[in-house]
């Protein structure tokens, strides 16, 4: 029972210490107050800006905001950030199709005329690590 106990011990340890990363994204030329930076963390390119694994929304503010995505396993991962300036937790468009809002993704990775690649935004995480992420909208 004792030995059961103990490898329980060292498997949960083991489990908790894996996902003891975080990844703190300073997002910078906020022009604005209006509205929420919503954040969204992606971990494969299959599901970039489609499925997210975390997202998070906190109120704009001109100039800066900074958000941490805490309790992550080690591994790649891309951010996608919108600036939601009416709050209707969607992008707008104008007729044309472009962009009416500001929106910004890791390594200040862009695409044409589409989000970029998830490899142009991607990023390693490694265990118990703290990234700095800086994304300019």
């Known amino acids: ?20 990363s975080s990844i703190n994204v300073e997002v910078n030329n906020i022009k604005n107050s209006k509205g ?8 494969s390119a299959k599901n970039f800006t489609k499925k997210e694994v975390k997202a998070t929304k906190v109120r704009a503010k001109k100039g800066k905001v900074v958000v941490t995505f805490d309790n992550l396993p080690e591994g790649n991962y891309a951010i996608a950030i919108l600036h939601d ?3 209707n937790e969607k992008m707008d468009f104008n007729m044309l199709g ?13 695409g044409v005329l589409a ?3 998830f490899k142009d935004a991607a990023f390693k995480l490694n265990a118990n690590e703290t990234k700095k992420v800086k994304i300019s909208l």
Do not use: R, V, W
């Open 36 to 43: 929420d930076i919503t954040l969204a963390l992606y971990d």
């Open 1 to 20: 029972m004792k030995k059961l106990i103990l490898s329980l011990s060292i498997l949960t340890t083991g489990i908790l210490s894996a996902q003891n």
């Open 115 to 117: 989000p970029p690649k």
């Open 85 to 87: 300036e009416n709050s």
């Open 98 to 110: 472009i962009p009416k809002e500001d929106y910004g993704f890791s390594n200040n990775a862009k």
